[in-house]
Antibody, heavy 117, light 110 residues
Framework: QVQLVQSGAEVKKPGSSVKVSCRTSGGTFSSYVINWVRQAPGQGLEWMGGITPIFGSPKYADKFQGRVTISADISTSTVYMELNSLTSEDTAVFYCASNFDGLEVLWGQGTLVTVSA | EIVLTQSPGTLSLSPGERATLYCRAS???????LVWYQQKPGQAPRLLIY???LRATGVPDRFSGSGSGTDFTLTISRLEPDDFAVYYCHQHDTSLRGWTFGQGTKVEAK
């Protein structure tokens, strides 16, 4: 059974960067779009972007363009999301998720990123 | 970009009552890629409905989804205490520019 396993919680200073990982286990990985979604405290779900590892060309939401980098390491079945120039408004849970070209959507467990001086 | 608008924002109901949640798309969405989630505080979204009307594994049959084109509905036939949560619709068609989510409907106890 395919699972998406994310890295652990992070605490960052304003102005710094964070890199969150998402490892796929139990299935093929490189042909499917892996997406990243942000959820700020008490807020809704917000698509940040996604990547098809085998092609390596990410797509980004306009809101995050220029500040986020999504990359993939096929050898370790891992996708990364790096967010730069962090502010307190970036305090959120970040999820990776994919439909693996099917009708259902599978989610990682989420990674809490706290931005605090 | 497709915009999904959910209504109402908040639904105040009692256990045993019927809940009807709406999701309207700004342009036609493939039913195949329309899903509904339930989310409780501190938890990841839980997939309830996929393909607009198919229940995910383990989802009770009091949850049902319907709709096509631009209008989709999630119905909870008889609310149980465990159903009070926030519900999101989501289109995940990877052929489009990107994913979009509704802003959520909170179902709260009256």
């Amino acid at each position: 059974q395919v699972q998406l396993v994310q890295s652990g919680a992070e605490v960052k200073k304003p102005g710094s960067s964070v890199k969150v990982s998402c490892r796929t286990s139990g299935g093929t990985f490189s042909s499917y779009v892996i997406n990243w979604v942000r959820q700020a405290p008490g807020q809704g779900l917000e698509w940040m972007g996604g990547i098809t590892p085998i092609f390596g060309s990410p797509k980004y939401a306009d809101k995050f363009q220029g500040r986020v980098t999504i990359s993939a390491d096929i050898s370790t079945s891992t996708v990364y999301m790096e967010l730069n120039s962090l502010t307190s408004e970036d305090t959120a849970v970040f999820y990776c998720a994919s439909n693996f070209d099917g009708l259902e959507v599978l989610w990682g467990q989420g990674t809490l990123v706290t931005v605090s001086a | 970009e497709i915009v999904l608008t959910q209504s109402p924002g908040t639904l105040s109901l009692s256990p045993g009552e019927r809940a009807t949640l709406y999701c309207r798309a700004s342009q036609s969405v493939s039913s195949s890629y329309l899903v509904w989630y339930q989310q409780k505080p501190g938890q990841a979204p839980r997939l309830l409905i996929y393909g607009a009307s198919l229940r995910a594994t383990g989802v009770p049959d009091r949850f049902s989804g319907s709709g096509s084109g631009t209008d989709f509905t999630l119905t909870i036939s008889r609310l149980e205490p465990d159903d009070f949560a926030v519900y999101y619709c989501h289109q995940h068609d990877t052929s489009l520019r990107g994913w979009t989510f509704g802003q959520g409907t909170k179902v709260e106890a009256k």
